[in-house]
């Protein structure tokens, strides 16, 4: 996988919890282009990879912009970032990948919770560059907790921003945008805690919005599903060799790939990034990623998340 070396040229407060990071390239120049709703990974230090969405605007190419939340619960990123990383540091990062991206509409909806506010913020930059119209509804536990609060502030000439507290008795569960009830021709894209998603999709599904036109990106992964037979291990084959190997309950497709110096390209390792995505070639996937709809994971030309899910099939053949 292609790695850049950046240097941290900026880190600034964004409301009470979260901490934003410009990066620059660490020998000048432009960064490789991206389009909004695109992540990258962060090495911050060995054996800590993390993955953030771009904020930004795509069209600005000398800079990446990140925005990260104090977790309580952190596997250590959110900790590093908060508490460690300084400004001049140099970092290794990966070149941007995008899973989450916006599709053709009459007007998109952005539903940002919290956080999920940092690839909606890339999105309406992007919306409003192409004078595609569109509204950003930006739900925060308090109006403290507001990030991008000046950018917000200037507005944009193609879309609206409005921002719901839930201290002031407008969380996304008491009170939906009015644009909701309006489906015909729109997408629906959500991003921020599971629980926010999934209400906001089923709230939508209700008011006649088709599966197909909301899209959501999770920030961790969600309980995987039961398998048909968890105590029941199957076979990986590599359709391009032939190779075959056991895959036990207890280890993941990639996890007993790389025992057999089979080089996997792995990044969260929780099934969010899209990293380890391969095609199956032949059997049932039984998929626990939250990176692909469930269109994609339904469809005849599946990808597998090698990290995480397995197969309901004695065999799987995948396109390695
Ligand atoms: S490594 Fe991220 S989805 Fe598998």
Redesign the pocket.
Known sequence: MQTIEVIVDALSRQGSNNVALTLVSAEGGPLPPWQAGAHIDLHLAPGLIRQYSLAGDPQQRDSYLLCVKREAASRGGSRFVHDTLRLGQRLTISAPRTIFSLQPATHSVLIAGGIGITPLLAMAHQLDASGQSFELHYYVKTQADVAFRARLREGFRHGSCTLWSGCEGRSLRRDLPPALEQPEGRRLYLCGPAGFMAHGASEAVKRGWAADSIHSEAFAATAAPASSDPATGFTVTLGRSGQSWFVPPEKSI?VVLLENDVDVP????????????TPVLAGEADHR?T?QSEAEKSCSDQQI????SRSRSPELVIDL
């Open positions: 990639a792995l990044s969260c390792e929780m099934g969010i990034c899209g990293a380890c995505l990623d990176v998340a090698l990290c995480c």
